[in-house]
């Protein structure tokens, strides 16, 4: 199939290209700029110059298509706290690809998040976040790409845990460590008994791909790895890497500590993937996250 791919240079996109090429997929790649054009067409891809802002890019590019995996993302905006700006754009593109898409049995395959999922429990693909909880915000964008399913076009969702891991990671976990530098200590919340799931980036990948190839329309997939990591368990991997010790932040100081991801690193999340792993034949074999954060890797200030 021809492809178009939003976000192809970001920390998923850049391993899900070489993932879907080299299944035989042909991939249309958006790229902001110069030095991501080059990466791309060096790495097989056909580029599509364009922004997620670019309404007649996005439209373009999925009407040349046989199917839209959207993962593209304003991280910045979201990691600066801006998340409105960052979930409106999100949901914008989706529109623009359901209008494209619909009529066609053509897939789309959005990534999503798991925040705000019932705590307690390993959460399933059945369960639906709540889009008010912190970071709960990219459900909206989630129930708007499902809904096309009734519009002809065969839309899914992945699910992805705060932490996709692996080496070169930009995301939450290499915050954690900079935060840890920052106060000469490994800070978890309380007594760290709240859990992250989480998954490696290249299991991440191939889950977009089986998803694009096989996902039955309105499907709500989990990108988990495992269920929940205990969040003491991903300070103490930190202040192992680090040299540093692991400490309780009291919940009325975690913001101090944290900023505005201490309400992301509060949260209590735990999901399941048994249904996901069943129906796509998807089975994650990459490093777990403590194991990971233990190779060293993430803390090579370089």
Not at 80 to 93: E, I, L, N, W, Y
Not at 111 to 136: C, Q, R
Not at 217 to 233: D, K
Not at 248 to 264: Q, T
Request: with cysteine.
């Amino acid at each position: 199939m021809r492809i178009f791919v939003t976000g192809p240079s970001g920390w998923i996109g850049s391993a899900l290209v070489p993932e879907l090429l080299q299944a035989g997929h042909e991939v249309v790649a958006l790229a902001r700029s110069d030095a991501s054009a080059g990466a791309l067409k060096a790495a097989g891809a056909e580029v599509h110059h364009g922004s997620l802002d670019d309404v007649d890019a996005l439209r373009s590019a999925a009407a040349a298509s046989d199917g839209v995996i959207h993962l593209a993302y304003k991280h910045q905006e979201a990691f600066s706290g801006d998340f409105a700006t960052a979930m409106d754009a999100d949901r914008r593109a989706i529109e623009v690809f359901g209008e494209v898409l619909a009529g066609s049995d053509r897939p789309l395959v959005i990534a999503s998040g798991l925040a705000g999922l019932p705590p307690g429990k390993p959460a399933t693909e059945d369960d639906v976040p709540d889009a008010t909880s912190p970071g709960g915000g990219r459900t909206l964008s989630a129930q708007a790409a499902l809904a096309l399913a009734d519009r002809g076009v065969r839309s899914s969702c992945v699910r992805l845990p705060p932490t996709v891991h692996g080496d070169g990671d930009p995301g939450f976990v290499a915050r954690l460590i900079g935060m840890a530098r920052k106060h000469g200590a490994s800070g978890y919340i309380g007594d760290g008994a709240n859990h992250w799931p989480a998954v490696h980036r290249l299991d991440a990948a191939r889950l977009f791909r089986l998803a694009l190839e096989g996902a039955p329309a309105g499907s709500v997939l989990h990108g988990v790895a495992e269920e929940g990591v205990p969040t003491r368990a991903i300070a103490e991997a930190i202040g192992r890497g680090l040299g540093l010790p692991a400490v309780s932040v009291a919940p009325d100081a975690a913001e101090a500590y944290f900023g505005w991801l201490a309400l992301l690193f509060g949260l209590d999340v735990q999901a399941s993937s048994t249904r996901t792993q069943r129906l796509l034949g998807w089975q994650p074999t990459h490093h777990a996250l403590v194991e990971d954060l233990d190779k060293g890797h993430y803390f090579n200030e370089s």
